[in-house]
């Protein structure tokens, strides 16, 4: 059957304002969309729920208002889908893919009827570079038209939880869930399964205050994945900026699904952030699949070549780069934050590639429009906003150069740490890490909130795995292990992978527990690798996201190892939540506090004397001592650190003159209150931490 020419609804001229299909009651809809140079768009109707790939209507938009054609349709029934199809000039060498062969998913698109994967007929062109004629309508995303939002939520608002008081922990909806027993079978790897009781209980447990999660944005599955038999898992490959990806929902309705998992998180105090892709999209280059922005404002939409419109500038390694510089892409952007915020209620975003979002076409810019754009908006600048603060442009590496209320991921932070606890001599930047990096927030004025502590991502390996192996191994993705990063700052500690050596488990249960310690009790926002905590493994595999299998499924069988971990993370939190000298917003200053005599940060040799400027590059690597003190109230706290092959005696602090307890030591993790006399000393075994406090 095919489309019929002529609407069988009510139609009038209806809105430029908003974009997208809005529900203006329970029978008409408004549709909206950009097109600046097409010369025809066409509402393409899905209508026929039986055969819910034939396309049953087609209505031009005639009524245009500047760049955006608009109309309003009556009758469409409930369950309908639908896209657009553009005509205009087909100009590659000049930018200009119009192809009206093609369906397109509405930018503005709220609801996918379900998960989206590439087929041939999305191609643009032919592999020979000419217009394809093949017709992408039975294959192409498709969007479910809206009907009026009644959604309640029951007087839900944003928990406003201070960044140096954050714990995130960064998760994949599905993986996160996927295996455990405790959720209904019916519901895992869900928006509902994180919403679930059994999930919101450990989260509370383990002391996550927000979860961190993978996009969630509409994506498409990759044609080269889909060839080998796999698919995007990690979702990075957007096509839906407003859209909550439909294959984590367990319902057919996946924004009220997304809506209540929010509502539960915050009632139980903990903030949902979301991980958005603005940088690129799933249309990839100019031979990828033609489904969104090519279609309909191609040149607006991408950075292109100026003297080649029609070749793509490509910082993301993806095919493409968003022109988040130009004003109509810029509003979209912004239009789809502000939607997350309002209608979603989500507490912040983590921005991949974010340097992306800060170009202009020849380099990054701090107060790119995009930035300016964010800082002035009422509702966003009130959010959590991480960037990931690199893209593979020229000079795509800016850490510490975001505006003042960013954090940034500190890629800095997670190399020292992993280098000193190799045994590395980095003792000088260790301490700069684990006090806030002040030498790179500071210069502009922001605090060691700006630092967002990750020893481990879900890009690279696991914390089990960056203790169990000295290389990737990276078979199962099938690109002969070229893929994922090779300098991986690891160690095996004596074998590549599994092992029955008692002495190598053991040290390595060690070496997890002073990369958690280090990083939950240092200065900045913890960051925490969703399954670290239980000691997850992806068997050396440090790039997962095309593996949605047991690799990425966090398993939920509770080892002994498994179980002691996780308590010892939860110690690791509540110290934190308690001790306010763990969670600055501000760095330490090195003045003296007048009532105990000893400044906020003193560093210290293993023999108790004091390391002075010159010591930093003539101590000898991997031992050393901190002690900190904020205010009056507030006990003091020393650490000690021996990262070496052997034990290293400490000696305790001549000042203050007090009796030392035990609260953290990870060679016995389940040990605390052992008292010390001043003066005293401790043997800390090899590869070994422990934090004391004022008794």
Not at 146 to 154: F, L, N, S
Not at 255 to 263: N, Y
């Amino acid at each position: 059957m095919s489309a019929s020419t002529t609407s069988e609804f009510q139609t009038s001229s209806g809105s430029a304002f908003p974009l997208g299909a809005t529900a203006l009651d329970e029978n008409t809809v408004n549709f909206a969309v950009a097109s600046q140079y097409g010369t025809t768009v066409t509402l393409c109707l899905f209508t026929d729920l039986k055969k819910p790939w034939q396309e049953t209507h087609r209505i031009p938009l005639t009524a245009s208002t500047r760049d955006v054609n608009h109309i309003a349709v009556t009758g469409i029934p409930a369950g309908s889908t639908y896209g657009y199809r553009v005509d205009g000039t087909w100009d590659p060498e000049a930018g200009y893919y119009f192809n009206a062969n093609k369906l397109l998913i509405d930018p503005y698109a709220k609801c996918f009827d379900g998960p989206s994967r590439y087929v041939p007929s999305m191609r643009g062109t032919t592999r020979d570079g000419k217009l394809s004629t093949s017709d992408s309508g039975m294959h192409a995303p498709r969007v479910v038209v809206p009907a009026v939002d009644h959604y309640d939520w029951e007087g839900d608002a944003p928990l406003g939880t201070p960044m140096a008081e954050t714990v995130i922990s960064e998760m994949h909806v599905k993986g996160a869930s996927y295996l455990n027993p405790a959720i209904p079978e019916e519901i895992r790897g869900s928006y509902a399964a994180l919403a679930h009781p059994a999930s919101i209980r450990y989260f509370q447990e383990v002391g996550i205050t927000a979860v961190q999660l993978l996009p969630v944005h509409q994506h498409l599955d990759d044609s080269f994945l889909l060839e080998k038999g796999l698919v995007n898992y990690w979702g990075y490959n957007t096509i839906g900026f407003f859209a909550p990806e439909a294959r984590y929902a367990a319902t057919d309705d996946p924004i009220t699904e997304f809506r209540d998992m929010v509502k539960a998180l915050h009632l139980a105090g903990i903030e949902v952030i979301i991980d958005v892709v603005y940088n690129h999209t799933g249309e990839a280059g100019s031979n990828g699949p033609t489904c969104l922005f090519r279609g309909f404002n191609n040149l607006d939409s991408y950075h292109t070549e100026s003297r080649s419109p029609g070749k793509y500038r490509d910082y993301t390694g993806c095919g493409n780069s968003v022109n988040v510089s130009h004003p109509r892409t810029l509003r979209t952007v912004m239009d789809s934050l502000r939607y997350w915020v309002t209608e979603m209620h989500v507490d912040g975003f983590r921005f991949d590639l974010a340097v992306e979002m800060g170009r202009s076409p020849d380099s990054f810019k701090r107060r790119a429009a995009f930035f300016q754009a964010v800082e002035q908006d009422p509702v966003l600048c009130q959010t959590k906003l991480i960037a990931e603060p690199w893209d593979l442009g020229p000079g795509g590496y800016q850490i510490g150069n975001f505006p003042n209320n960013w954090g940034e991921l500190n890629g800095k932070f997670r190399d020292t740490i992993r280098r000193f606890w190799r045994g590395e001599n980095v003792l000088g930047e260790f301490a700069s890490r684990i006090t806030g990096s002040e030498s790179i927030f500071a210069h502009n004025h922001r605090g060691p909130g700006s630092s967002i502590n990750m020893i481990t991502s879900h890009d690279g390996f696991t914390l089990n795995d960056l203790v169990s192996y000295n290389h990737k191994h990276n078979l199962a993705n099938g690109e002969n292990n070229q893929d994922g990063d090779s300098h991986n700052l690891s160690c095996n500690h004596g074998a590549e992978g599994l092992t029955d050596n008692p002495d190598i488990i053991e040290l390595r249960l060690r070496q997890v527990r002073n990369f958690l310690a280090t990083m939950i009790c240092s200065q900045g926002v913890p960051f925490l690798l969703f399954g670290d905590e239980r000691l997850h493994t992806q068997h050396g595999n440090n790039n997962t996201y095309c593996q949605d299998n047991e690799l990425s499924w966090i398993s939920w069988d509770d080892s002994e190892e498994a179980i002691e971990m996780r308590e010892f993370v939860q110690r690791l939190t509540t110290l934190r939540r308690e001790n306010s000298s763990l969670n600055r917003d501000s760095f330490f200053t090195g003045k003296v506090c007048p009532s105990k005599g000893i400044p906020d940060v003193c560093w210290m040799h293993p023999d108790g004397t004091t390391i002075n400027r010159t010591d930093w590059n003539n101590s000898e690597a991997g031992a050393l001592a901190m002690l900190i003190h904020q205010t009056e109230s507030q006990k003091p706290l020393l650490f000690f650190f021996n990262a070496r092959a052997e034990a290293v005696e400490f000696h305790f602090s001549k000042e203050p003159v007090c009796e030392w307890q035990l609260l953290i030591d990870t060679q016995n993790p389940k040990i605390s209150g052992h008292q010390a006399n001043d003066g005293a000393s401790v043997t800390l075994i090899n590869h070994s931490m422990q934090i004391w406090e004022e008794a």
